[in-house]
């Protein structure tokens, strides 16, 4: 679901238009500071991809302010930061060597147009259909094509028409290189390589280095470079800024083939829209806000219309400028714009200095740039996903003939791959000592595995007890007609078939349809721990350790796998919650799915009735709570601590009836009651209500008054007392209700619980402010439980930095 920007503001605007005061102050100082450190980079890197491609320098200067200007101002990402892409280097560069530079402008012009008919259109999400694969080879392949074509400016010569004519003239290129631009080129690199490193020198070197690395790197290398050349008074090829003549860059229509043109256009469109798009999808999670996409995508076809207007270069969202104007602490649109400002008057007054600059340094900055554009980490995350044969073509495609060959070849290679997954299935046969027969199945059944199935089921031997076990895969019709033809004859024949079908979740198909919840091949086929899909058949099991190792081997199974880098990575840096989660041992509370937090979000602390004793209290005090608080307070340093109570809370219906006070020696379950005396207490003197209804009975009464009073005698610990003068511990109220999935939290100045808020894409369910809650990053559920963007909109993930897993 999109939002119409006519009804709903993004993520920022609450923050662009906010009326003067300290608070707005601040906000435009970081966006100017931001701004600041964006236009830094922007220049270099502008001018260096202009070189890459042929075009005018001035050309990366307008393509830089225009993004930033216009995308700043009417794109969907507030904090993204748009300009001369990286990916269309090549693109263009092609396009000019082809076509002309007027001509690429009006490409240029016509690629906004269709990106703003796209938008308009509602599809931006669309080109996040694209495989990852296919996008970060090609971004590997153009990185690739342009460290290549600029490795022969920083060795002093021309870079060739194609890379594969760079390639082979690399060799001569090297043999004969011109030392001054050798020289530039190495110091460029040298410093772009090295810079961020300053601040990991040892001691008093390492705090002024980090100072010092406060200032972007692009520009520190070619200021550094620029001052060298100047320095030795070497003989260098610098850039040239020809005057600024808007009639010189009049789009002209092209000359050539109509199809060719519109390829030209369609790639310019795909590969700027999907770049822009991947991009502001990581930079809304970076930020965690959440953006307009197809608003995003009007803003880029904008631009790029203007920018194709005035002479500049195609324009797309970029993930380098982006993240060092989040880096840098950018609250809104604003800072985007003014970069653009910033960049606009140092194309119109710094001409002057700008022609100093040496070719090789630009050039030594675009290879470095081309070079990080093959990510190891995009490497390990499709040989992961399995995706590498893709990856692998496509950046040799792209190298080898071009982006939009290359992009096709990919895809191409992707669709093979599918289909040849589609029909790859394994068929195993194997006899149990009983002499039964298992027949599994792995991969999706099609017509293509129907001659290995029916040589697999022909080796069965008459008249066995057979079960086949498919993976649920996919089954078509061909193969479903082999299997139930086979088992009737099999059938006919004395023998006995059974036909399950187990998916990877562990549901397990009847052949009737049925949906049965499985596991491991037992006496049973109920799967253990989900009684919201098997709680009829879980009754009938007679062994509850069996039901226990069966959810064990599930977990090692399906689940391990998943969750093992993250809780390696716990394992050797240990556990640092920011909150303890105090809360009832009843079965029902499953604290990590409410609080959607993962392994090594919570500190969790559980007992009967989620009672906190009051130390020094003969005869009921219990020193294990205390201990924990203590814990977690003086050694984890958690910053909140949640008692979290719930409906139908046994302990409190246990302690209406009076059962802590009856005659006779009392019970540990008496005796440990008896720390819930004050809640009683409580409830007759000041009950909590509910902000928006009424208490259901007095079982529910009690249970959230409970909750306000543990949170009192938690401060009779004197290490969270201390921590909460100090202002550094919050303590939060919370109540779950079972029947209808609701959580409260206390607002303690009213002493009422509000529903938290649940909202998706700018809908809002149960919309209740919950007044004088805690400070949304202390709420349980770490960082984005309870957090709301600047739209109303909470932020997608859980509790932990980790990877978030469904139950």
Not at 444 to 454: E, G, I, M, Y
Request: some cysteine; hydrophobic content about 45%.
């Amino acid at each position: 679901m999109t939002l119409d920007i006519s009804s709903a503001p993004i993520a920022s605007d609450t923050t662009d238009h906010a009326p003067p005061g300290p608070g707005a102050r601040i906000r435009w100082a970081q966006d100017l500071s931001a701004s600041l450190v964006v236009f830094l980079i922007a220049v270099p890197f502008s001018l260096g991809i202009a070189l890459a491609t042929g075009a005018p320098l001035t050309a990366g200067l307008a393509a830089a302010a225009v993004g930033g200007i216009v995308v700043g101002l009417s794109g969907g990402t507030s904090l993204m930061v748009s300009g001369p892409s990286a990916a269309l280097t090549v693109i263009t560069a092609g396009l000019i060597a082809r076509y002309g530079w007027q001509a690429t402008c009006t490409v240029t012009l016509a690629a906004g147009l269709l990106q703003l008919l796209l938008g308009a259109r509602r599809v931006a999400r669309t080109a996040l259909a694209v495989s990852p694969a296919i996008v970060h080879g090609m971004l590997a392949g153009v990185g690739l094509t342009i460290a290549i074509a600029q490795l022969h400016v920083v060795l002093g010569g021309s870079p060739q028409s194609s890379a594969a004519a760079n390639l082979l003239a690399l060799p001569g290129q090297a043999a004969g290189p011109h030392p001054p631009a050798l020289l530039i080129g190495a110091v460029t690199v040298a410093v772009l390589l090295g810079w961020p490193r300053l601040g990991r020198l040892p001691g008093r070197a390492g705090r002024l280095g980090a100072r010092i690395a406060r200032v972007p790197g692009p520009l520190a290398a070619i200021a550094l470079a620029t001052t060298l050349a100047l320095a030795l008074d070497l003989r260098l090829a610098h850039i040239e800024l020809p005057a600024w003549q808007p009639h010189a860059f009049v789009p002209a229509l092209p000359h050539g083939p109509v199809l060719g043109l519109i390829a030209a256009v369609l790639t310019v469109t795909a590969v700027a829209s999907v770049e822009s798009l991947l991009s502001a999808v990581a930079i809304d999670r970076m930020s965690r806000r959440s953006g307009d996409l197809d608003r995003e995508l009007r803003g880029q076809g904008l631009a790029n219309l203007l920018s194709g207007l005035i002479g500049g270069l195609p324009i797309a969202g970029g993930a380098v400028r982006s993240t060092a104007n989040v880096q840098a602490g950018a609250q809104s649109r604003w800072a985007s714009v003014l970069h653009g400002v910033w960049v606009l008057a140092a194309a119109l007054a710094l001409t002057g200095g700008l022609r100093r600059i040496p070719l090789a340094a630009l050039a030594a900055l675009v290879l470095v740039v081309g070079l990080q554009m093959v990510s190891s980490a995009h490497i390990r995350n499709v040989h992961r996903h399995r995706e590498f044969p893709v990856y692998l073509t496509t950046v040799i495609a792209v190298v080898a003939a071009g982006v939009l060959w290359g992009v096709a070849i990919g895809a191409g290679t992707a669709v093979l791959l599918a289909l040849y997954r589609l029909t790859r299935a394994h068929v195993d046969v194997g006899t149990g000592p009983d002499g039964s027969v298992t027949v599994r199945t792995h991969g999706p059944l099609t017509f293509a595995a129907v001659p290995r199935l029916s040589r697999a089921l022909a080796g069965v031997p008459a008249g066995a007890e057979v079960t086949v076990v498919h993976d649920g895969s996919f089954l078509d019709h061909a193969a479903y007609e082999t299997l139930h033809s086979w088992r009737a004859g099999h059938q006919d024949a004395g023998g006995r078939v059974s036909l399950v079908t187990r998916r990877q979740d562990d549901e397990v198909l009847d052949p009737d349809g049925t949906v049965r919840a499985g596991s491991s091949p037992g006496p049973h086929r109920c799967r253990a721990w989900t009684p919201w899909v098997g709680h009829h058949c879980i009754e009938q099991q007679e062994d509850p350790h069996g039901r226990l190792l069966d959810g064990v081997r599930v977990f090692q199974l399906h689940t391990a796998p998943l969750i093992r880098p993250e809780l390696a990575r716990l394992a050797r840096e240990g556990q640092t919650p920011s909150q303890l989660f105090l809360t009832c041992a009843d079965s029902r509370m499953v604290t990590s799915m409410i609080t959607n937090s993962g392994p090594g979000d919570l500190f969790t602390v559980r007992n009967v009735g989620n009672l906190v004793p009051a130390p020094f209290e003969p005869g009921a005090a219990d020193d294990s709570v205390a201990a924990a608080v203590q814990y977690a307070v003086e050694v984890l340093e958690v910053r909140s601590i949640t008692v979290c109570g719930h409906s139908g809370c046994g302990a409190m219906k246990a302690l209406l009836d009076g059962v802590h006070e009856l005659p006779g020696p009392p019970t540990p379950l008496a005796r440990w009651l008896r720390n819930g005396r004050g809640s009683l207490d409580r409830l007759r003197r000041v009950p909590a209500e509910f902000a928006t209804r009424p208490v259901v009975d007095p079982v529910e009464q009690l249970c959230i008054t409970n909750v306000v009073q543990q949170l009192d005698q938690l401060m009779a610990n004197p290490a969270v007392e201390r921590r909460v003068e100090e202002g550094t511990l919050r303590l939060v109220g919370m109540y779950f209700d079972f029947a209808t999935a609701q959580a409260y939290v206390l607002d303690r100045a009213a002493g009422t619980f509000s529903p938290v808020e649940a909202r998706t894409e700018g809908r809002t369910e149960a919309r209740t402010e919950a007044r004088g809650s805690a400070h949304p990053e202390t709420r349980p559920g770490g960082a984005s439980a309870g957090r709301v963007n600047e739209d109303g909109r909470v932020p997608s993930g859980g509790a932990g930095e980790g990877p978030q897993l469904a139950a």
